[in-house]
T-cell receptor, first 115, second 115 residues
Framework: DTGVSQNPRHKITKRGQNVTFRCDPI?????LYWYRQTLGQGPEFLTYFQNEAQLEKSRLLSDRFSAERPKGSFSTLEIQRTEQGDSAMYLC?????????????FGPGTRLTVL | DAKTTQPNSMESNEEEPVHLPCNHSTISGTDYIHWYRQLPSQGPEYVIH???SNVNNRMASLAIAEDRKSSTLILHRATLRDAAVYYCILSPHLLGGTSYGKLTFGQGTILTVHP
C-alpha cells in the first residue's frame, strides 16, 4: 500500500493524558498537512510542513499541540494534557512537489476519544 | 479565506448525471477551485481542481462560470460508490501555480445515490 498511513487508527485516553499520533506520507511527497475533523463538520486545517520546515500553524493549534517532521519524512502530532474537546478525527495529508499542494492525498485518520 | 456556498444535500439515481453546484462570489484572481469528496469513515479524496477553464479527468468534470463566481462538479454517471460528502474549496496560489498549502473545508454537500 503506497498511500498515506496513520497510526494508531483509534486512541482512547483519559483527560489530562498526553497522546502522540504518527503520519507516514507518500514517499517523496515534500508537503505534509494535519487537519482535525469533528462529527458533522468538514476538516479544519491545523498545520503543514514543507520538508522539515513547519510553514503555517492554525490558531486552533493551542500550545498543548505540537507537530514535528524531523527528517522531512514522517510526522508526529502530540497533544499534551488532553481535554474532552480534543476528541476528533485527526487527518494527515501529503502532496508532491510537482502539484505545489493542489492535490492532497489523505490518510484514513486517527480517531481520538478523550474520556 | 474566500468562502464557498453549497447545498446541504442532493440526491441522484444510479447511472444518472449529477451536477453539484458551488457559489464563490468573493473569489480572487489567484484562487484555484478544488473539489474533494469524503466517503463514510474515510479521509477526503481529491476529485478535481481548476482555475478558469473547464477541466476533465477520469473521475469528473469541473465547469467554471466565465466570471468565476460559481462552478459545478459534474459526475457523468453516478454510482453507489459516489455517495459521499462533496467539498468545494478555494485555495489561493502563488504565481507559478504553487499553492499556499492549507485547504479550508466548509460543510459540503451530502450526495445520496439511489439504486
Amino acid at each position: 500500500d503506497t498511500g498515506v498511513s496513520q497510526n494508531p487508527r483509534h486512541k482512547i485516553t483519559k483527560r489530562g493524558q498526553n497522546v502522540t499520533f504518527r503520519c507516514d506520507p507518500i514517499s517523496e511527497h515534500n508537503r505534509l498537512y494535519w487537519y482535525r475533523q469533528t462529527l458533522g463538520q468538514g476538516p479544519e486545517f491545523l498545520t503543514y510542513f514543507q520538508n522539515e520546515a513547519q510553514l503555517e500553524k492554525s490558531r486552533l493549534l493551542s500550545d498543548r499541540f505540537s507537530a514535528e517532521r524531523p527528517k522531512g519524512s514522517f510526522s508526529t502530532l502530540e497533544i499534551q494534557r488532553t481535554e474532552q474537546g480534543d476528541s476528533a478525527m485527526y487527518l494527515c495529508a501529503s502532496s508532491p512537489r510537482r502539484t505545489g499542494g493542489g492535490e492532497q492525498f489523505f490518510g484514513p485518520g486517527t480517531r481520538l476519544t478523550v474520556l | 479565506d474566500a468562502k464557498t456556498t453549497q447545498p446541504n444535500s442532493m440526491e441522484s439515481n444510479e447511472e444518472e448525471p449529477v451536477h453539484l453546484p458551488c457559489n464563490h462570489s468573493t473569489i480572487s484572481g489567484t484562487d484555484y477551485i478544488h473539489w474533494y469528496r469524503q466517503l463514510p469513515s474515510q479521509g477526503p479524496e481529491y476529485v478535481i481542481h481548476g482555475l478558469t477553464s473547464n477541466v476533465n479527468n477520469r473521475m469528473a468534470s469541473l465547469a467554471i462560470a466565465e466570471d468565476r463566481k460559481s462552478s459545478t462538479l459534474i459526475l457523468h454517471r453516478a454510482t453507489l460508490r459516489d455517495a459521499a460528502v462533496y467539498y468545494c474549496i478555494l485555495s489561493p496560489h502563488l504565481l507559478g501555480g504553487t499553492s499556499y498549502g492549507k485547504l479550508t473545508f466548509g460543510q459540503g454537500t451530502i450526495l445520496t445515490v439511489h439504486p
